[in-house]
């Protein structure tokens, strides 16, 4: 008999076209190699009530998987317990659909959707993996980051890049279980092709700064907390400003972009050509670092009983920064 798991999809109305894609890419898999059985460990859907696109989506997969599939109800997005899940419906309308909480089969294999405590993104692992130490193998759900963890646990990971804390996984991946449970069985970690790339925009000669305090700058008290200006642009921040622009004209319109500002200098000139990116990708996203940078310099401020606020709001009068970027600041 030969075996394909797959987890954590998290079917979506944004993300349609790639979870197609990546359900057909698992169908053409077990054409390939004659899976038997597929085995999906949790969270096929993003949500407890998933709209009829997606619904449709999946269901138009089990037709034509046409085989046995196991689907776990997982106690997180799609299900709040075994009971109360709509993959049911799939298990009353497929007669090859089963429904459960986890896949036992003896001591050989154990699927469930949860984070061991040794994993080393272990956010609200509940099981020790000595818990597991009973099972020649062990596969996992609901972490989305793919890790080994000795002798006999896989956290399989997400079949997509859906967060970009995932950024680092150089690809998403099923298993696929050749022979099992015979002499020649074989495990193998297959990539999936069809998932969108997730890219950090990444500079490296601009080092992180504090757009609001520089204590060999200032130009004026706010109750004794000290208030610099803004920093003149720099040529290297000119040189960042056209890496960035090169890195996001050489990146295919299907990518996950989020670029990361630790520089408000830098921020402030993107903005004259973030127009030209912002409808480019799947997935485009600005995070500004030198906002978290602020918290940790303003403690002169905090002991005057100033608020973060109040101080950066004075700090962008001061400074006459526009309008337009002041409120998007105090926003953040």
């Not at 659909?97 to 001591?107: F, G, Q, R, T, W």
């Amino acid at each position: 008999m030969n075996l394909l798991i797959y987890t954590d999809l998290h079917i979506s109305n944004s993300s349609l076209e790639e979870c197609k894609s990546i359900l057909d890419e698992i169908l053409i898999l077990c054409d390939k190699h004659s899976i038997n059985k597929v085995i999906s460990a949790g969270d096929n859907f993003d949500t407890i009530n998933p709209n009829s696109e997606c619904l449709d989506l999946f269901s138009n997969f089990v037709k034509k998987l046409n085989r046995p599939i196991i689907i776990l109800a997982a106690n997180s997005h799609e299900s709040t317990s075994i009971e109360n899940s709509v993959l049911n419906h799939f298990g009353i309308l497929h007669d090859k659909v089963e429904i459960v909480k986890e896949y036992i089969d003896e001591n050989k294999l154990y699927v469930g959707h949860f984070i061991v405590q040794q994993s080393k993104n272990n956010y609200g692992g509940t099981v020790n993996k000595n818990e597991l130490s009973k099972y020649a193998h062990v596969i996992l759900g609901h972490s989305h980051d793919w890790e080994l963890i000795p002798p006999n646990i896989c956290q399989l990971g997400s079949s997509r890049f859906v967060d970009f804390g995932e950024r680092k996984d150089e690809a998403k991946k099923v298993t696929i279980c050749l022979n099992y449970r015979s002499d020649s069985e074989r495990w193998i970690f297959q990539p999936i092709s069809s998932c969108i790339p997730m890219v950090d925009i990444v500079l490296d000669n601009i080092e992180p700064k504090n757009a609001i305090l520089d204590p060999g700058n200032e130009t004026q008290n706010l109750n004794g907390a000290k208030i610099a200006p803004i920093t003149p642009l720099s040529s290297s921040t000119k040189e960042a400003i056209m890496q960035i622009s090169a890195k996001l004209d050489q990146l295919s319109p299907k990518t996950k972009v989020r670029i990361l500002f630790h520089d408000f200098n830098l921020w402030k000139e993107y903005l004259a050509i973030s127009h030209q990116y912002k409808n480019k990708f799947v997935i485009y996203k600005e995070e500004k670092k030198f906002i978290t940078n602020i918290n940790s310099q303003i403690s002169v401020a905090k002991e005057q009983s100033i608020t973060i606020k109040d101080y950066l709001k004075k700090w962008l009068e001061i400074n006459k920064v526009n309008e337009n970027i002041s409120s998007i600041l105090l926003d953040e």
